[in-house]
């Protein structure tokens, strides 16, 4: 048969959603628990919080970036 859809949280008839309560409910509500996020702590938070952070990482992967380019330069040019 067809089920008919409502808006409201209780069900139009009661004996196949219970019966789908009986046979899935109980799995929901132990995959809700396990999915639960613990709170991060000391490595595992934002490393790059405040702004000036975020300048000094983008400074240190750009200088980064120049010294590599500086040696692929020199290893090309002795080739």
Excluded: C, W
């Excluded at 409502?6 to 809700?32: C, I």
């Excluded at 709170?39 to 595992?44: E, I, Q, S």
């Excluded at 405040?50 to 040019?77: G, I, S």
């Amino acid at each position: 048969g067809f089920i008919t859809v409502t808006h409201g949280t209780t069900p139009s008839f009661g004996a196949a959603n219970d019966f789908e309560e009986e046979k899935h409910g109980a799995h929901r509500r132990k995959a809700g628990k396990r999915s639960r996020k613990r709170k991060a702590t000391g490595a595992d938070e934002q490393q790059d919080f405040y702004r000036f952070q975020m300048k000094e990482t983008r400074k240190k992967e750009v200088q980064d970036l120049k010294a590599r380019f500086e040696e692929d330069l020199k290893k090309v040019r002795k080739m």
